[in-house]
């Protein structure tokens, strides 16, 4: 869809705060959906999923990359001239207000090209398949995650085995490795491995520019060391490394404008509130990066010595 469009279709939206001003107006009813664990109904349900999935109107993060998602759980489009780019689908029950949202800033869903992933729990994978559906996009991913997108179940190796729902199987995800690049018209997006959450959890970063300035946005996937009972960070065989690697990213990546899957764990909607009362761009922050990597830093390195002590894990 051509940019001139999408502003005129967004007259009056001219900023975060504008457009955050109000929740999303009386959105589509979820789809019920059977919740399972490797194949099997998980008793119960999801009982956090009626809390993730209260709606949020969208919000401008910068040019034409948008918060499409829900209150709780982001979903990232950008928009180009050439297609658009859908990083996160959520949940699978709420699609439609995701669909909803993507065609109130003006985009055609059907213009979605690629849809990708920051981790492969179901919170933000479930409704991969639903849009691509929707969409006739392709999925792009790393290897770990693109075999579990695949397979639809978690494999053993995720801290969360047991315990994550699993995902309607999604079908030839194209493969990325850490560092490379995913090309739109003049949009490129970059994956950086950053382990830790998941073993494929993927960190992906581009350039948005507005009036002929360019930020550098990072959207850092989850750097919180959950898992199921059982699991110890320290028995996995270079994990520990692993995740050390991705801190490091994250804290020397180009970094202007942090977004994170879960809004909290960046203070994103504080950060949009401060910006509609002074009249700011307050999503900007050059230190967010570091300070983000810091506190996952020290996470890990607490979770670290519960498990060498014998402590009670959480």
Same mark, same amino acid.
Not at 14 to 40: D, F, K, M, N, S
């Given at each position: 869809?051509?940019?001139?469009?999408?502003?005129?279709?967004?007259?009056?939206? $001219?900023?975060?705060?504008?457009? &955050?001003?109000?929740?999303?107006?009386?959105?589509? !009813?979820?789809?019920?959906?059977?919740?399972?664990?490797?194949?099997?109904?998980?008793?119960?349900?999801?009982?956090?999923?009626?809390?993730?999935?209260?709606? &949020?109107?969208?919000?401008?993060?910068?040019?034409?990359?948008?918060?499409?998602?829900?209150?709780?759980l982001a979903s990232i489009l950008i928009m180009t001239p050439a297609g658009h780019v859908l990083i996160d689908a959520g949940l699978e029950a709420t699609v439609p207000q995701l669909l909803a949202n993507i065609k109130a800033v003006g985009a055609n869903v059907r213009d979605i090209r690629w849809v990708l992933n920051s981790h492969v729990h179901y919170d933000h994978a479930q409704g991969t398949a639903a849009v691509v559906a929707a969409s006739g996009?392709?999925?792009?991913?790393?290897?770990?995650? =693109?075999?579990?997108?695949?397979?639809?179940?978690?494999?053993?190796?995720?801290? @969360?085995?047991?315990?994550?729902?699993?995902?309607?199987?999604?079908?030839?995800?194209?493969?990325?490795?850490? #560092?490379?690049?995913?090309?739109?018209?003049?949009?490129?997006?970059? !994956? &950086?491995?950053?382990?830790?959450?998941?073993?494929?959890?993927? $960190?992906?970063?581009? @350039?948005?520019?507005?009036?002929?300035?360019?930020?550098?946005?990072?959207? !850092?996937?989850? @750097?919180?060391?959950?898992?199921?009972? #059982?699991?110890?960070?320290?028995?996995?065989?270079?994990?520990?490394?692993?995740?050390?690697? #991705? &801190?490091?990213?994250?804290?020397?990546?180009?970094?202007?404008?942090?977004?994170?899957?879960?809004?909290? !764990?960046?203070?994103?909607?504080?950060?949009?509130?401060?910006?509609?009362?002074?009249?700011?761009?307050?999503?900007?922050?050059?230190?967010?990066?570091?300070?983000?990597?810091?506190?996952?830093?020290? =996470?890990?390195?607490?979770?670290?010595?519960?498990?060498? =002590? #014998?402590?009670?894990?959480?």
């Open positions: 869809m051509r940019l001139a469009a999408l502003a005129l279709s967004l007259s009056g939206l $001219t900023g975060a705060g504008r457009v &955050h001003a109000q929740r999303a107006q009386t959105p589509p !009813a979820p789809a019920p959906v059977v919740y399972t664990i490797g194949g099997r109904p998980a008793p119960g349900g999801c009982e956090s999923c009626a809390e993730w999935s209260v709606p &949020h109107a969208p919000v401008r993060v910068h040019g034409t990359s948008w918060y499409v998602g829900t209150r709780d996009a392709r999925v792009a991913a790393l290897p770990w995650s =693109a075999r579990a997108l695949e397979a639809g179940v978690m494999p053993a190796d995720d801290p @969360q085995f047991g315990m994550a729902f699993d995902n309607p199987r999604v079908r030839a995800v194209r493969v990325l490795q850490d #560092g490379d690049t995913l090309r739109v018209g003049g949009l490129v997006l970059r !994956a &950086h491995a950053t382990p830790g959450h998941t073993p494929g959890s993927t $960190t992906w970063t581009w @350039q948005s520019c507005e009036g002929g300035r360019c930020v550098d946005v990072v959207y !850092a996937d989850s @750097q919180t060391p959950i898992s199921a009972d #059982g699991f110890r960070f320290t028995a996995q065989r270079g994990l520990a490394e692993a995740v050390e690697r #991705g &801190h490091r990213t994250l804290e020397t990546l180009p970094c202007r404008l942090l977004i994170t899957p879960h809004p909290g !764990a960046s203070r994103f909607w504080e950060r949009v509130a401060q910006g509609t009362r002074a009249g700011a761009d307050s999503l900007l922050d050059v230190t967010g990066c570091a300070r983000y990597a810091g506190r996952a830093r020290a =996470a890990y390195q607490a979770r670290y010595a519960k498990e060498r =002590a #014998g402590s009670p894990l959480r």
